[in-house]
């Protein structure tokens, strides 16, 4: 008991002295000369909040990135803003004071043209920065897709790329699956039990995975392949169907033979306007 009791003295005590350097500052601020008023509002004039993501995420890394190119110094500073995911930024971009960049998820753009119907005017599209990926990580008994009907499947936090698009995906697939929306770090430690009833993890993301880089699995945790069928190709691909490899084989043709002598320095997209700004 006197160590809890200590530790809750500690903890007392930091807090009164966090809230006691607040006040000091807030005082200090309202003292503050001229010459540091304009040393404030020069900062914030320069300064861009970037939504990024989760931790865990690969959004949040590409937003570090960012900032660590864009930044000079001087004129221009991007702030990273660590958020509930990619699908949530959108409504961070929108209503939260301090951000005025955000990494989105382009495809939860469509549940808000339903809830903000002049959303195309509010927000601007800048850049298509990486195409995220599918993966299902799976409990050694698990062999098929098919085998995750009935069963507890995890498509991480609410606000995240997993928690709106994962869903979607199975719901195509006709894969009726028990849905958790939990902390994927939480869902993993309890996948690896040997009595769990957590049979998978959903991923939307690009690699690399910190958890499958760093983390220890034993034999028989896996992926699965996720079939590429008209069942949910036409909603995510505005052609309405996946690429061929004929598709490819003609655009290396046209290069190739010279069909196409003005296209010097050009970017060549072939995903069927899958890169395409959704607003």
Same mark, same amino acid.
């Given at each position: 008991m006197r160590l809890i009791a200590k530790v809750l003295f500690f ?68 702030? +990273?803003? #660590? ?5 949530? %930024? &959108? @409504? ?6 301090? !951000?005025? *960049? ?64 994962? +869903?979607? #995906? ?5 894969? %009726? &699956? @028990? ?6 770090? !939480?869902? *993993? ?66 290069? #190739? ?22 607003l």
């Amino acid at each position: 008991m006197r160590l809890i009791a200590k530790v809750l003295f500690f903890v007392l005590s930091t807090i009164l002295s966090c809230n006691s350097s607040i006040a000091q500052s807030r005082d200090a601020s309202s003292r503050a000369s001229p010459k540091d008023s304009e040393i404030r509002e020069r900062v914030n004039a320069t300064t861009i909040g970037l939504a990024g993501g989760l931790l865990e995420g690969a959004p949040i890394r590409f937003a570090t990135e960012i900032a660590r190119v864009v930044s000079d110094g001087g004129t221009t500073h991007v702030l +990273p803003v #660590v958020t509930r995911g990619p699908t949530e %930024n &959108v @409504n961070d971009l929108l209503y939260l004071k301090g !951000v005025d *960049m955000a990494i989105i998820a382009s495809d939860s753009l469509e549940e808000y043209k339903s809830q903000v119907p002049d959303i195309q005017n509010r927000i601007s599209y800048i850049l298509n920065l990486f195409p995220s990926e599918l993966h299902v990580f799976v409990r050694p008994e698990i062999k098929s897709l098919q085998d995750l009907v009935g069963k507890k499947v995890n498509f991480n936090t609410q606000g995240t790329a997993a928690a709106y698009t994962g +869903p979607l #995906v199975f719901s195509r697939l006709q894969l %009726n &699956v @028990n849905k958790t929306f939990i902390p994927h770090p !939480v869902a *993993m430690e309890q996948m690896k039990k040997p009595d769990s009833d957590m049979a998978a993890v959903v991923f939307i993301t690009s690699k690399p995975i910190d958890p499958f880089l760093k983390g220890r699995w034993d034999p028989g945790f896996k992926f699965l392949p996720v079939p590429y069928d008209r069942r949910f190709a036409d909603g995510l691909v505005p052609e309405g169907r996946w690429g061929q490899p004929d598709d490819i084989g003609r655009a290396v043709a046209a290069l #190739v033979g010279g069909d196409l002598p003005y296209a010097t320095g050009s970017v060549i997209h072939l995903d069927g306007g899958l890169s395409l700004p959704r607003l």
